[in-house]
């Protein structure tokens, strides 16, 4: 564990003062402290120089296959004169400006009817995605998180697409363990000056009924395996909520790795899906670094689907990411990945940046696209 690290005397002196903090704390402070936090402090994350690479880095690719799905929605719904676009944590907002860049330039007018606002809680990322689309400043807006604003163009809700990519997983989870015919929490506690995990009581029993969904309802409590995992995310059902909400009329889009309860019942993570990142190697141990790794967990598919259910969005489809690229690029054999290529290198480029979005060793299996629509 880096003894550096700004945050380390911080999460110290909170957990003398509180007691041991559940992990979702832990990933909370680790991540979003507004000074010190993994999102907020001026070191590179996303990209070549930083730790991890997401779709929106696959550019021009990413941004151009999506901007064609958006505009073909655009048209299914009658080609209204405002289109919304409200992206949930746009990072850097490099795909922000390839995606408005290429829709101004391939598809006039449903640009004119493009309206993009992003949703960032960091306040340096903020700033850097103003900066980023100050070309687009009549069309594009950021605004901070707060659940008391549905940021729209206006107030009637939004007509278009909810996107988000990797934000779910980026969202604090609780971890639970099965142990000795009970619940029990993942805590992070101190031996002296050191973070260490600690096994107690759940910090809430709210966490419960979600944990449950994690085993089979057949299998009786005593025959369930000692030591089996839960990961609780109490702000994912809540975000669904509010987007679904807030959703008149189109679609909402999620790209991110996770799972199904099927598959984690099956036994896809006997031992939890929580990892940490950093200059593009996994971390194993999720402690250390605070503030200087990434810490992620994966996403729960059902609970988003069955979220989005309670407010009145219907399942479209919940697929690989590889599926649903090939089905945006297959009617015209992918002709905006390669339009404009100045060179044979440059071709050459994209067809390999396609491949890391679709083949299964590179993004097309690990990722999963779900849709769901009102
Ligand atoms: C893993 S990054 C993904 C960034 C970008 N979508 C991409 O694919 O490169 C997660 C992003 O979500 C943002 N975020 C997390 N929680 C948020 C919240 N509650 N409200 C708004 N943004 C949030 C983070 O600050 C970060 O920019």
Known sequence: ????????????????????????????????????????????????????????????????????????????????PKFDLLELGPGDGSFARELLAWVRDRFPPFFAALRYTAIERSSRLRRQVQETLQDFAGQAKIVEDSSAVVPTTDTEGIYGCVFANEFFDALPAHLLVWRDIRWRERFVGLDGERLVWMETELSSSDLVSQAELCFDPSLPPKERPDGWGAEVRPSAGEWMKRIGDCLKRGEVLIVDYGYTLEEWRGGRFPGGSALAYRRHQVVEDLLAHPGDQDLTAHVNFTELVEAGKACGLRLKHLESQARFLISVGEPDEFADVFANCQSEAERLRRAQLLKTLILPQGMGEAFRVLRMEK
């Not at 957990?15 to 936090?37: D, K, N, Q, T």
């Open 1 to 80: 564990m880096s003894s550096e690290s700004p945050l380390l005397p911080i999460l110290q002196a909170e957990i003398r003062a509180r007691g041991p903090i559940p992990f979702a704390r832990f990933m909370e402070l680790c991540l979003y402290h507004p000074e010190h936090g993994y999102y907020s402090s001026e070191r590179v994350k996303l990209g070549a120089a930083g730790d991890f690479y997401t779709s929106a880095h696959v550019a021009p690719v990413f941004a151009r296959m999506m901007g064609r799905h958006w505009e073909r929605l655009w048209h299914a719904l009658g080609c209204p």
